[in-house]
């Protein structure tokens, strides 16, 4: 041990093993992965106010397409529209919301998601609110036309917003809650429609009588503008940021959710580095229509992916069907609730009723009849009633969609529905009766679950494309529902009532088919867990923190 060469040996070696300990420590972290990044901002404050306001941007749609369909008739009075135009109207909206969804998507990829909403809902309150004065019902088809166009940014954009501000811990349970608002809209459109329609207003504006309806529109647009203030507060989505390219500017938004979360200063957020993610596209890289077109094509090809195409396809087909079932019952449940209401309990079998209901006769002696403002609120308080009911089922959903998984969940409704349809040819009672079309037209419900789904499938460089382009469909499937199948149902209600059974048979199967993460893919990863996967990781590309 007093050997000086053997001292001297050891001492080497120390200095070797310190030295290299100080290289490993003076070595750069590993950077982390989006999604352990925004884990590790927590859920708390930032997240409630985010799901507020993406759900007021998804009630805002709802509330505009929906609020025409509650002024039909007291608007006849001032504007005299035929029944083909007002056919055409209820369904102006819709078909606006049709023809913009694939640019609104486009534009959400390439411009930003939040940026795209802040003009959508700026120019859709403007198209709104200057059809509260139109002076003609074309002036009224063509504002409304405009509105639903501009808003669909409001549809499908708001999915990816909420989606990309959390990890996969708190994911589906925020955009299942957040679907849940459309269900809010459904109770808050006609609450508005009671408190205000009713009312006497002779006052005369720009020459014209500013009637009841006139000003419901106008309260309508609270909701959107509510929405628009909201989406000014809101920064750009993280990771949108990192597939732009801008990384420093993701991070600092990671830093700024932390320390609203968590109360804490931002600077003890644990994170340093975070992952590029690559693919992303920007409308820098236009320089004229045909580099416009190029990038449209760009973005819209790889929905279509062969690895894609299959999913693709089966979303947009449940979409389609579950809004054309939904819609179409939902269109002419107020008339059917009228008409069952008359019968004062004597022989509700729902077929009998609407085969004695003869619509156009109906329609054209209202037309002839005088023009009358009453307004008859009880129908308003059923569908209140039954947007609270809708509302229940999404929290239950919400809460139980982590344990069930979305497309068992998907499933069992489906099941639920098609007992429905069963017990809609025998059963007589008026409340059996309304209890079991609230449960078909619930349906519509399972979109959220389906888009919830999609918006996990489809990467962040084409995810709002994608949201748009199914939503796009869904809502293709709206407008015809509404316009062909309460029409068929009233011609032959038995066989049609058999052909929905045959179609919602039908879902289940494609339900079946649907891509979904398993629990344990999206199950939210310890602290141990995090800090292994963050020493482990070796990414392409990273930004340094500043």
């Known amino acids: 041990m007093d050997n000086p060469a053997y001292v001297i040996d050891c001492e080497r070696e120390f200095a070797t093993i310190a030295g290299g300990r100080e290289e490993n420590l003076s070595e750069k972290p590993r950077p982390h992965t989006f999604e352990e990044a925004i884990t590790l901002t927590g859920v708390g404050r930032f997240h409630y106010k985010l799901l507020l306001i993406c759900g007021l941007c998804f009630m805002g749609v709802m509330v505009e397409i929906m609020g025409v369909s509650l002024i039909m008739n007291q608007m006849k009075c001032d504007l005299q529209p035929t029944l083909e135009q007002q056919g055409i109207l209820a369904s102006a909206g819709f078909l606006g919301v049709v023809l913009s969804s694939h640019a609104m998507g486009f ?209 947009c087909c449940i979409q389609f069907l579950i809004y054309f079932l939904a819609q179409g019952i939902f269109m002419w449940f107020p008339t059917i609730l009228d008409e069952l209401g008359t019968r004062n309990g004597d022989d509700t079998l729902l077929c009998n009723v609407l085969q004695d209901l003869n619509i156009a006769s109906a329609s054209q002696e209202e037309s002839a009849a005088s023009c009358s403002v009453a307004v008859d609120t ?33 499933m069992a409704w489906m099941v639920l529905t098609m007992i429905s349809l069963v017990a809609l040819h025998y059963v007589e009672q008026f409340a059996l009766v309304v209890i079991a079309l609230t449960v078909v037209m619930a349906i519509g419900n399972c979109g959220g679950l389906v888009s919830t789904i999609a918006m996990e499938f489809y990467p962040t460089h084409i995810n709002a494309m994608g949201m748009c382009f199914i939503m796009m469909v869904g809502r293709l499937g709206a407008v015809v529902g509404s316009n062909i199948l309460g029409r068929m149902l009233f011609a032959s209600c038995d066989p049609i009532f058999w052909a929905m059974l045959v179609l919602v048979v039908l879902l289940c199967a494609l339900g079946f088919f649907l891509p979904e993460k398993t629990r344990g893919q999206r199950q939210k990863p310890s602290g141990t867990a995090k800090a292994i996967v963050a020493a482990t990781t070796s990414p392409i590309f990273a930004i340094n923190s500043k």
Request: charged share 15%.
């Open 107 to 315: 534009l959400a990829d390439t411009w930003g998601r939040a940026t795209t909403l802040r003009y959508a809902l700026c120019l859709s309150s403007v198209c709104s609110i200057v059809s509260a004065f139109s002076v003609n019902i074309w002036m009224l088809i063509v504002f409304r036309f405009l509105t639903g166009f501009f808003i669909s940014g409001g549809q499908a954009c708001v999915f990816s917003l909420c989606g990309e501000f959390h990890g996969s811990g708190s994911r589906i349970r925020h955009v299942t809650l957040l679907s849940g608002f459309l269900c809010t809209a459904m109770m808050f459109a006609p609450a508005m429609a009671i408190g205000i329609l009713p009312l006497r207003i002779e006052t005369i504006v720009f020459g014209m009588r500013f009637s009841s309806w006139r000003v419901l529109l106008l309260a309508n647009v609270s909701v959107s503008l509510l929405a628009l203030v909201g989406i000014t507060a809101l920064p750009e989505t993280p990771k949108y940021l990192l597939v732009q390219g801008r990384g420093d500017e993701s991070l600092e938004i990671l830093r700024n959710i932390f320390a609203k979360n968590s109360g804490r200063d931002p600077s003890e957020y644990p994170v340093k580095e975070v992952a590029l993610e690559s693919g992303g596209a920007s409308l820098s890289d236009v320089h004229g229509f045909v580099d416009a077109v190029r990038l449209v094509w760009h973005q819209t090809v790889p929905l279509f992916h062969r690895t894609r195409l299959w999913h693709t396809l089966n979303i």
């Open 378 to 410: 009880s129908t308003y308080q059923v569908m209140i009633i039954i947007g609270g009911c809708f509302v229940l089922i999404y929290l239950i959903f919400a809460y139980i969609i982590d344990y069930m998984g979305k497309k068992n969940l998907l």
